[in-house]
């Protein structure tokens, strides 16, 4: 087992275990270790105090493949339709999976049941998982790509991947730069819950201060529907929401998004964070690749980032099993050009989709106000315009052309 080939990725929340997945699936002669720095949750929270992540159609494929979709089905909203609306002016439209030929436009999985789902998967395979083990320090001085945890152990791979997010000091080892783009707004995520069955309706409803989407999460009672808010809200608002008691900030986000679904009957804990935009400037050095959010950070509202993660983690894990049937080393520039080059136009596309997605609904006046809003009328009259907006959505590139 010496000379396996060895891939070490240092986190193991839900972007570093889908690579570690793929690895072991796609490159199955590859040796995954995990690295993740904190306990993994157990049990169930409370079904108002989740958090949620909507995955389009070629990640649903992706996990399907993975061996992973068939236990979380059962568990994931289905998005049948999404309604789309600027708060305060005419015009919306309702995109419908039947536009596309599909069941459904995407699904909702919390993010309790995904984890729980990926690293069950991850150790069916034979993925070692280490946890709760910290790194602490890359070691670029050995033979090897390596890391230094906590307890002083050096752990050497063939190629390190690091997906635990931002960590500035490491950037610095690298000498790897970060663009950072801050914007006004933080974003506030949370559940509430409305009257009814669950229609399997999501929501986008643009305001003056920033986009806000309603998910349709699984319901646990026949009629109750449950939701997944991400709120995207001024800085100055920010500390004023979160403060309030729950009454007072029902009423504050049903004056945001309206009475499509009725009075809020409840609503959970809610967390925040400001929206700031992080792109790695490169990313690769010698043994080292950053995956997910160590490589971008993306707005929330299209809920893209973990769906360009997986993306990303099919294409690394392609990326390397061919390496390996040409005898390759894996941790070499030339065996991962072909994955850098394909990650990053992927990155370039969602990234400038997601940020046109965050600004189109800005304020800026009538004249521009007037054309944009006429669009989203006509959107709702043109079937094939619409399925064509839908279809980028689903991640698939075959769908809505």
């Known amino acids: 087992m010496t000379d396996a080939t060895r891939v070490l990725i240092s986190g193991g929340g839900l972007a570093g275990l889908s690579f570690a997945i793929a690895l072991a699936t796609e490159a199955p002669d590859v040796n995954v270790t995990v690295v993740e720095a904190h306990p993994f949750r157990s049990g169930t929270p409370n079904p108002l105090d989740t958090r949620a992540s909507a995955l389009n159609l070629h990640s649903i ?70 946890f709760p083990l910290r790194c602490t320090r890359l070691r670029r001085d050995l033979d090897s790509p390596a890391v230094e945890t906590e307890d002083g152990e050096i752990l050497t791979a ?71 808010v991400v709120w995207s809200v001024s800085g100055q608002e920010i500390s004023g929401l979160a403060d309030l008691e729950d009454a007072d900030f029902i009423e504050a986000f049903q004056a945001a998004f309206g009475w499509r679904l009725g009075r809020v009957t409840q609503v959970g804990k809610r967390s925040q964070w400001p929206l700031v935009r992080l792109a790695a400037t490169e990313q690769y050095r ?83 106000d007037t054309p944009r809003n006429l669009s989203l009328a006509m959107l709702d009259l043109i079937p ?12 698939r590139r075959d769908v809505g052309a």
Not at 384 to 395: D, E, F, L
């Open 61 to 130: 494929d992706r996990l399907d493949r993975w061996g992973i979709w068939s236990s979380l089905h059962a568990h994931a909203g289905p998005i049948h339709e999404i309604h789309v609306s600027h708060r305060g002016h005419f015009g919306s439209t309702l995109m419908p999976a039947s536009d596309l030929h599909v069941e459904a436009l995407g699904y909702v999985v919390e993010n309790h049941q995904l984890g729980q789902a990926l690293l069950s998967r991850a150790q069916e395979l034979g993925v070692t998982v280490r």
């Open 286 to 368: 010698a043994g080292y690749l950053l995956v997910g959010n160590a490589a971008h950070t993306l707005h929330p509202v299209a809920g893209q980032g973990l769906n360009l993660s997986i993306r990303e983690a099919d294409l690394l894990a392609t990326t390397i099993w061919a390496a390996q049937k040409q005898e390759k080393p894996i941790g070499h520039l030339t065996s991962l050009r072909p994955y850098l080059v394909e990650a990053t136009n992927e990155q370039r596309f969602v990234t400038g989709s997601t940020d046109l997605l965050s600004t189109l609904f800005d304020r800026r006046g009538l004249l521009l």
């Open 384 to 395: 094939a315009a619409r399925a064509q907006v839908a279809g980028m959505g689903t991640g």
């Open 158 to 228: 063939d190629l390190v991947l690091l997906a635990a997010g931002v960590a500035s000091t490491w950037f610095d080892d690298l000498g790897i730069t970060v663009d950072e783009r801050a914007t006004p707004n933080h974003a506030l995520a949370f559940n509430v819950a409305f009257p009814g069955r669950q229609p399997g309706r999501a929501f986008e409803r643009f305001t003056a201060e920033g986009p806000l989407a309603v998910l349709p999460l699984p319901s646990t009672d026949r009629s109750e529907q449950r939701y997944n």
